[in-house]
């Protein structure tokens, strides 16, 4: 009898195993297609945005010849594939930019429903956590597409509008309220001693961190203009310092501020080293970086391995 019951508990056991392990290797490849499309309609934003066209109208159409696509043409990353690269009756090149863009989205929105699905399929948890970590997920795909936006926008067209940076802002800092909210409501219904000003706690901590990020990069673009007298740092990427404090915190954007330097200096040397500014050195002092650029892919791998890179950093400077 009792064998009986146990054989019955272990063989449930890894149906259940497996059916959660089914329901995230799907959902994870529904987000990642979503995330492609969403990439792909990213695209057109990329390509019309700085031309002040509609993105709704019209159709998509090669760039070159102005011909209409038809459907098959329009598949994220697929067509491009198949078409290798290039336009079916122009020819004309369609940039590596298209393929990269949808694949960022894809990978990125994937890898977000992988460690949600992961966490967030233990039966036992009560509803409060769920919906604070689908919260926390949704926010993150936003918080991604944004950064991927923003990066190409300032690759391409050396530009960070307002009306992407500001609202990504609110938007960060409204998500970190509304968790913060259900945090101290979690804690209150398990009759843990609630935190009482953790809200108003949660919102200071923000608003410091916001502010601090961004005033670092606004003193170092006085002392720039101090010492240059010419404008090295616009206030698009500070605005961008601020949406990348919003949503990671002061110790994840110092993170993503120290990863994008970093970047910049390689790309900056990389460029030096290049034969066309050898021949010109004075060409390399007017180049302009685009250091939103580094920086959006710097707040992309702090919110990837922001924790586990900053615990390895406190452990070499001995401080855990
Ligand atoms: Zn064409």
Redesign the pocket.
């Known amino acids: 009898m009792a064998g009986g019951e146990r054989a019955r508990g272990t063989a449930r056991l890894p149906t259940i195993y497996s059916t959660t392990r089914m329901i995230r290797i799907l959902g994870t490849i529904l987000l990642a297609l979503l995330g492609l499309a969403f990439g792909s309609f990213l695209n057109v934003c990329l390509t019309r945005w700085p031309k002040g066209e509609s993105i709704v109208k019209p159709r998509s159409?090669?760039?070159?010849?102005?011909?209409t696509l038809a459907w098959w043409e329009n598949v994220p990353l697929a067509s491009w594939l198949a078409l290798r690269g290039r336009?079916?009756?122009?020819?004309?090149v369609i940039g590596w930019r298209y393929p990269l863009v949808e694949l960022a989205v894809g990978a990125l929105w994937g890898w977000q429903a992988w460690q949600f699905l992961s966490a967030a399929f233990d039966p036992g948890l009560p509803a409060i956590v769920v919906a604070q970590s689908v919260l926390a997920s949704a926010g993150r795909l936003v918080f991604y597409w944004l950064l991927v936006a923003l990066a190409v926008l300032d690759a391409e067209n050396l530009w960070l509008p307002n009306w992407l940076t500001l609202p990504g802002i609110a938007l960060g800092f409204a998500v970190t309220l509304i968790r913060a909210a259900l945090d101290s409501h979690a804690l209150m219904s398990q009759s843990v001693e609630p935190m009482r000003f953790s809200v108003a706690h949660e919102a200071l901590s923000a608003g410091v961190a916001i502010a601090v990020s961004a005033g670092m990069l606004l003193l170092v673009r006085w002392v720039y203009w101090l010492v240059r007298r010419q404008e090295g740092i616009g206030l698009g990427d500070v605005k961008l310092m601020a949406l990348l404090a919003a949503w990671l915190g002061l110790a994840g954007t110092m993170l993503a501020l120290s990863v994008g330097v970093l970047l910049g200096a390689v790309a900056a040397l990389s460029l030096l080293a290049a034969p066309a500014m050898r021949r010109e050195p004075g060409k390399w002092m007017q180049s302009k970086l685009p250091l939103g650029t580094f920086l959006c892919i710097g707040g992309v791998v702090s919110a990837l391995w922001g924790d586990r890179l900053l615990a390895a950093y406190l452990q070499w400077v001995g401080l855990s």
């Open positions: 159409r090669c760039q070159s010849c102005g011909r336009c079916r009756t122009c020819r004309a």
